[in-house]
């Protein structure tokens, strides 16, 4: 991996912050975007603009192209068996609210139980309390212990006649975890029982393939892998997709209305009601190229090693403390600094140039279950190097000591 190539090739990196060189390790909130990204914007907007799927002229013909090229591109990056698995939503959150509004609404009744580690993002929390408080159902934690690793012989207690959904994030976003999900999987469909795999914090780090997870549904927000915000995906298995019922209703979604009935558009379409996010679906296929084109591999190797580098340089200074530990984690270090507030540590720190994030990375059972209610939160991505790590240990270390 040529990092200065790469480094190059994000142009927001050459700006400065607070006349300092910007240093970019909030890749965990969103990532920064690639020249070939932004053009692709661009020239969307400048040569093919249209709506798709209607319209017999050049333009939506084009247009169509480009988006459902992108798909097909999103499709192989994941390992699907056809695009019609790949549903475009707005990113994760909008990926679960969708499977909890059908998947779940279709499946899960009076006094069943939905399985979510202790580790998960609010939007893998939200839509499942908001789904139970409807149809009197309830959500039942993984536990994890203090390392930030799921109890695996607790997690196969859980199941119970009642187990109706398990829903897991693949990457802690503030403990770097990388949790076990195809055994994970293996175990739940032992129990005859589906499951979602929240891709966010994994999908742009880690090589996936969804076929190989046997993953019944699948989330990528294309903003946490250099692609554009308002753009993500659902992957769901085509024999579910099936037989779910569309939670949104609306134009492009449809093959005959009259106003006693409605007949719907095969996968995907009939999930996608309304205008689509065209020209950011196009930025984050070329996103996709841009990620193949290094290779997963590579960036899997990277990002592990500059882990790992920040792991040892970090525990080396006195009064911090790491909040997840786990033997197989990537790319997010969450600490705590005894006697100093996170959020002004982010606030001096950015006086430097540097990013960080402090709070609770919408992740506040976790961060309840390690007794604390605020971290601060530094995260990788591809471009970040062994320096970045160093200007932010020296960072801190120069604010611990005033
Ligand atoms: N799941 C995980 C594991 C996440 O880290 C996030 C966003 C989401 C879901 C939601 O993604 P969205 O694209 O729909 O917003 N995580 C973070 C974060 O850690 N800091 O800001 C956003």
Redesign the pocket.
Same mark, same amino acid.
């Given at each position: 991996m040529k990092l200065d190539t790469i480094r190059s090739d994000f142009p927001i990196l050459k700006r400065k912050v607070n006349d300092h060189s910007l240093i970019w390790l909030d890749n965990?909130?969103t990532t920064q975007k690639p020249h070939c990204v932004i053009e692709s914007l661009s020239r969307y907007y400048k040569e093919n603009n249209s709506n798709v799927h209607r319209g017999a002229h050049t333009l939506a013909k084009e247009a169509t192209e480009e988006y459902e090229a992108a798909r097909k591109k999103i499709q192989k990056f994941i390992g699907a068996s056809s695009p019609e698995e790949v549903v475009f939503v707005r990113?994760?959150?909008?990926a679960i609210n969708l499977v909890a509004n059908t998947y779940g609404n279709l499946t899960i009744g009076r006094g069943d139980e939905i399985l979510l580690t202790q580790m998960e +993002?609010h939007?893998?929390i939200v839509p499942w309390q908001m789904l139970c408080k409807y149809k009197g159902a309830r959500i039942i934690p993984i536990p994890i212990n203090k390392k930030g690793d799921i109890i695996l012989e607790e997690y196969e207690k859980l199941f119970t006649p009642r187990t109706r959904m398990v829903s897991i994030?693949q990457v802690s976003?503030v403990l770097g975890t990388i949790n076990p999900v195809k055994q994970m999987i293996n175990i739940a469909h032992s129990h005859g029982v589906s499951v979602l795999v929240?891709g966010?914090?994994g999908a742009p780090h880690l090589g996936v393939n969804v076929q190989d997870l046997d993953a019944d549904f699948y989330t990528l927000?294309g +903003?946490?892998a250099y692609g554009p915000t308002g753009i993500?995906i659902l992957y769901g298995k085509k024999a579910l997709l099936e037989n779910m019922i569309p939670w949104q209703g609306g134009g492009g979604m449809i093959k005959d209305v009259d106003f006693d009935r409605t007949v719907y558009l095969e996968l995907p379409y009939k999930f996608e009601a309304g205008t689509g996010n065209i020209a950011d679906a196009v930025g984050l296929g070329a996103a996709i190229d841009y990620l193949e084109g290094i290779g997963m591999y590579n960036i899997e190797h990277h990002e592990q090693e500059l882990t790992r580098y920040a792991t040892e340089a970090l525990s080396s200074i006195n009064g911090l403390h790491i909040i997840g530990n786990a033997p197989h984690k990537t790319s997010v270090m969450s600490f705590i600094i005894e006697g100093i507030d996170p959020s002004k540590m982010a606030g001096l720190l950015d006086q430097e140039g540097i990013a960080v994030?402090a709070g609770h990375?919408?992740a506040q059972p976790v961060l309840k279950y390690f007794g604390v209610d605020s971290t601060l939160r530094a995260s990788i991505g591809i471009y970040n190097t062994h320096k970045d790590i160093d200007a932010l240990v020296q960072g801190l270390l120069k604010h611990i000591n005033q």
């Open positions: 965990a909130a990113g994760t959150t909008e +993002h939007s893998n994030t976003n929240d966010a914090q927000s +903003h946490k993500g994030r990375h919408c």
